[in-house]
């Protein structure tokens, strides 16, 4: 154990301070805070990156790094937290301000990233020296890193327990709802970097070919290689747009036909209302947030769609019925945690009940802009049955005017294993599996095909 007194003074600091600029140590004050941020505020880390970002004047491959760290850190922390853990006597110190966060950032570029050890030691303990509260923990923090860095191997091979690296809650929501094998493969695809999809206007194996990426059996483009997205061909041009496979899928069980007006509510930031606009239907676009809104709107005019737009709280939106609805309902988003990793360590049981509420309601509004014998498409990112599974069975049995229409394997391209028993979609992140973790996976996904009857056809 490394205790927090009677340590060896040469292990006191790494370096002494300067007045100088450090090179790096911005990029991991950045990181840090976001860190500690996110985990304190229990904000969404995008959110928290794009406020806090600019505030640090990094340049971008500075501001790319401390993005990076943050990532590892949340996607590994059971990890980092449990080999931190382990190796303090007392635990982390009380009153020691940012230390903790400056660890985990330190533990992730140690044991996770393609940094060498005596930077990420040197440049935490540098950062540790900054504060007060933490500078008086310089040598405990300073002993535990070079731990870390000798006993990484044990370390690794020590985690092999998927669930290490899954808040319980989550684990134990996922083992009652697919059991514990199939829960287990969920938490280990999310240990791994998610694969980067885009959706496009028209001819997806050409622009498989010129972007040197992957034909998915859906539709969908897979990339072989990460690289800057802006600078693609076809990117200027609007011929694609990047979108998850699996979030892909609604408007295709939706199949919008050209001239028929459809609602895309919760429509931020709009890569379902670009799939629907492409395909030549007269979009109505609901969201109530502006600055979403503001985003979707510079996205369809990179690629030359055109929609409705409508700043509204869409449970209180009234318009004429339309012939097709899609619902994107607002859920815990624990479909998504490959992608965006703090969502297992912001979101709670207690969320994902308020959400399963305001679904509801979201559902009910859906209902009544649809017309008979129109289609509606109730989707969720999340794998929580009480936001996808369980929603639709309340909704079907106090609408007698709804039905399923059941979706077969041939409309998401063979793909075996994602329609579950009812008929409806249930993609999971293991899912799609390709050569290797990188083009392997896809978002965890809930889709339900609703048709309103005609009133002739209701009992």
Not at 73 to 92: D, K, M, V
Not at 148 to 171: G, H, K, N, Q, V
Request: charged share 25%; with cysteine.
């Amino acid at each position: 154990m490394v205790k927090q007194a009677d340590l060896n003074p040469e292990l006191n600091e790494t370096t002494a301070q300067t007045s100088e600029p450090v090179p790096g140590l911005p990029a991991r004050r950045l990181a840090a805070t976001l860190i500690d941020e996110v985990l304190k505020a229990r904000l969404a880390l995008d959110e928290t990156y794009e406020r806090l970002a600019p505030t640090f004047g990094l340049d971008a491959a500075d501001a790319a790094l401390a993005r990076a760290i943050a990532i590892t850190a949340f996607r590994r922390l059971g990890t980092i937290q449990h080999a931190i853990n382990a190796r303090l006597e007392r635990g982390s110190p009380r009153n020691s301000g940012p230390f903790e966060p400056i660890l985990v950032a330190a533990a992730a570029q140690i044991l996770f990233l393609d940094v060498p050890d005596h930077a990420a030691v040197d440049l935490a303990i540098r950062h540790l020296h900054e504060d007060a509260r933490s500078s008086r923990y310089v040598s405990l923090g300073n002993a535990l890193l070079r731990r870390l860095a000798r006993e990484r191997d044990a370390i690794l091979s020590e985690a092999l327990d998927p669930f290490l690296d899954t808040p319980e809650w989550l684990a134990e929501s996922w083992i009652e709802s697919y059991g514990e094998e199939t829960a287990a493969a969920i938490a280990a695809s999310h240990r791994d970097e998610p694969p980067l999809d885009i959706s496009v206007k028209d001819d997806a194996a050409g622009w498989a070919g010129k972007l040197d990426g992957l034909l998915l059996p859906t539709g969908s483009v897979r990339l072989r290689e990460r690289q800057s997205i802006t600078g693609l061909p076809g990117f200027d041009e609007g011929a694609w747009w990047v979108q998850d496979a699996a979030a892909a899928l609604p408007v295709r069980l939706l199949a919008p036909k050209p001239g028929e007006r459809i609602a895309d509510l919760c429509a931020a930031p709009g890569g379902k209302t670009a799939q629907l606009a492409a395909a030549g239907a007269h979009v109505t676009a609901v969201d109530r947030s502006g600055p979403r809104l503001r985003r979707l709107r510079a996205n369809l005019e990179r690629l030359g769609l055109s929609a409705e737009i409508v700043t509204k709280d869409a449970a209180l939106w009234q318009a004429e019925p339309f012939d097709a609805v899609l619902l994107d309902a607002p859920c815990s988003a624990t479909g998504t945690i490959r992608r965006h990793p703090d969502v297992a360590w912001t979101k709670t049981p207690e969320d994902r009940d308020k959400l399963s509420a305001l679904q509801a309601r979201l559902l009910e509004a859906a209902a009544r802009l649809t017309k008979p014998g129109g289609r509606l498409i109730y989707c969720t990112c999340s794998l929580e049955p009480q936001e996808g599974e369980q929603q639709i069975e309340v909704f079907l049995a106090e609408n007698p005017d709804f039905e399923r229409s059941p979706i077969t394997t041939d409309e998401i391209g063979g793909v075996e294993g994602a329609i579950d028993r009812h008929g409806d979609l249930r993609t999971l992140p293991h899912q799609l599996e390709h050569d290797g973790p990188r083009l392997s996976g896809w978002a965890g996904f809930y889709a339900c095909r609703l048709i309103r009857r005609e009133p002739d056809d209701i009992k």
